[in-house]
């Protein structure tokens, strides 16, 4: 049996860059590098950043700006996330600049190359939603947003607007923030954010839920932690949860507990 990549190095998605985003091109079949030049505002009422706008030139929120970055495209896009890399160093030169004290607190992995471009659960919700398989979407939707964000803090020294925390906390803040009244909608999010603890457990999958399940409508600080570490919660990831991440994790328990 013969393994099939996912074809990103199409004349579609070529005509797609040359149209957008001419300073990017494909370097290799599943790579993409080169000058990401944008234009793009935060709108404050609509909580949405829009790319190329029309009439803000004169606000604080509007932001043209460009960065050297590199892509990877996954071969499996359905199973695998893309990588994105800033190659000029700019980010972490940005997080000297205004005393941040962690690359992750700047939005890049531990291996201080790679970006994360948003919460695991989103990632998870737009392969169910086959907007994985879409470039001019990634870039749009994601890779613009996470630069407009990173060039508005190092000129401002502040957010645009609030950030997700990291790992498990950032899958909880994103479940309090998106659950509404979309049945669907909130299935789908469930389904997203299990798999998003899971990808994240990795090797403690099945204590993982099993704690999950053991308790209802809160966790108790003396309960085990539900990362699968043994210690007990208020030992381990209470410790390091923002308040609306534990709001999070007490509705989504209450509602994986309803789900089974």
Same mark, same amino acid.
């Given at each position: 049996?013969?393994?099939?990549?996912? *074809?990103?190095? @199409?004349?579609?998605?070529? @005509?797609?860059?040359?149209?957008?985003?001419?300073?990017?091109?494909? #370097?290799?079949?599943?790579?993409?590098?080169?000058?990401?030049?944008?234009?793009? %505002?935060?709108?404050?009422?609509?909580?949405?950043?829009?790319?190329?706008?029309?009439?803000?030139?004169?606000?604080? %929120?509007?932001?043209?700006?460009?960065?050297?970055?590199?892509?990877?495209?996954?071969?499996?896009?359905?199973?695998?996330?893309?990588? #994105?890399?800033?190659?000029?160093?700019?980010?972490?030169?940005?997080?000297?600049? /205004?005393?941040?004290?962690?690359?992750?607190?700047? /939005?890049?992995?531990?291996?201080?190359?790679?970006?994360?471009?948003?919460?695991?659960?989103?990632?998870?919700?737009?392969?169910?939603?086959?907007?994985?398989?879409?470039?001019?979407?990634?870039?749009?939707?994601?890779?613009?947003?996470?630069?407009?964000?990173?060039?508005?803090?190092?000129?401002?020294?502040?957010?645009?607007?609030?950030?997700?925390? /990291?790992?498990?906390?950032?899958?909880?803040?994103?479940?309090?923030?998106? *659950?509404?009244?979309?049945?669907?909608?909130?299935?789908?999010?469930?389904?997203?954010?299990?798999?998003?603890?899971?990808?994240?457990?990795?090797?403690?999958?099945?204590?993982?839920?099993?704690?999950?399940?053991?308790?209802?409508?809160?966790?108790?600080?003396?309960?085990?932690?539900?990362?699968?570490?043994?210690?007990?919660?208020?030992?381990? /990831?209470?410790? @390091?949860?923002?308040?609306?991440?534990?709001?999070?994790?007490?509705?989504?328990?209450?509602?994986?507990?309803?789900?089974?």
């Amino acid at each position: 049996m013969v393994d099939v990549k996912y *074809k990103w190095n @199409t004349v579609k998605n070529n @005509t797609f860059l040359l149209s957008n985003y001419p300073g990017l091109s494909f #370097v290799e079949t599943n790579e993409i590098e080169g000058q990401l030049q944008f234009k793009a %505002y935060f709108n404050k009422e609509t909580r949405e950043i829009i790319i190329n706008p029309v009439s803000y030139a004169h606000d604080n %929120y509007f932001l043209e700006d460009s960065y050297h970055i590199k892509i990877q495209l996954p071969d499996e896009p359905e199973n695998q996330p893309p990588l #994105v890399y800033e190659l000029n160093n700019r980010i972490m030169k940005s997080g000297e600049k /205004h005393k941040v004290s962690t690359f992750l607190d700047m /939005h890049i992995y531990k291996d201080g190359r790679s970006v994360c471009l948003c919460p695991r659960t989103q990632l998870v919700e737009r392969t169910y939603n086959q907007k994985a398989l879409s470039l001019p979407l990634l870039i749009d939707e994601l890779i613009v947003p996470y630069f407009y964000q990173q060039a508005y803090f190092e000129r401002y020294g502040t957010w645009p607007f609030r950030n997700y925390s /990291h790992g498990y906390s950032a899958i909880f803040e994103y479940y309090i923030r998106n *659950k509404n009244d979309d049945k669907n909608h909130n299935v789908l999010l469930l389904r997203s954010s299990v798999e998003s603890i899971l990808w994240c457990a990795k090797f403690e999958r099945t204590e993982y839920l099993k704690n999950l399940l053991e308790n209802r409508k809160f966790l108790k600080p003396t309960s085990k932690c539900f990362c699968g570490s043994g210690r007990k919660y208020k030992k381990c /990831h209470r410790r @390091t949860f923002s308040k609306e991440a534990k709001k999070g994790l007490v509705i989504f328990v209450s509602d994986i507990k309803k789900s089974y």
